[in-house]
């Protein structure tokens, strides 16, 4: 499978609301998705556009494949930034789970191969949160397997 060449996939596209301040618009589509917590996501955003604010409950590394996408980590319990980069195509890092931060596109939008392993069996991948720390959703591999089943029906 060729990932920049990418328009066969089942694409979900991902948008904000007012209860964001900020401009989301990202998609993702599950490359490959297993019983023992493993997870293969391509990601997309769209230009100068975050993906939800979130914490990482597996074990993640990525690959930016085309673009630059700026990380952000931010302390949960001040709500402080912590750090800022800016990784750009052919840039690779692996985050422990419990990882908090913001991404955002560039002005040319992102294109980034995750790899994600819920090694504590209890199948949670990441939780989107809102500006002040709650949980708004929890991803789990069952919820995965669950849109791969619509998807292929």
Known sequence: MNLLDNNNL????????????????????VLDAREDGRLELLVKWEPNCYCHFHRHMAETTSLVLQGELRVTDIDLATGETLDTRIRTTGDFA??????????QAG????????????STGKGQLAQSLSSDGQVITTTTIERIFKRLDSESA
């Open 94 to 103: 692996h985050k422990e789970s419990g990882d908090v931060h913001m991404e």
């Open 10 to 29: 089942q694409w979900q596209r991902y948008t904000g609301g007012d209860a964001f301040d900020y401009p989301i618009d990202y998609s993702d589509a």
């Open 107 to 118: 002005p040319e939008g992102a294109l980034v191969l995750f790899s994600i392993y819920d």
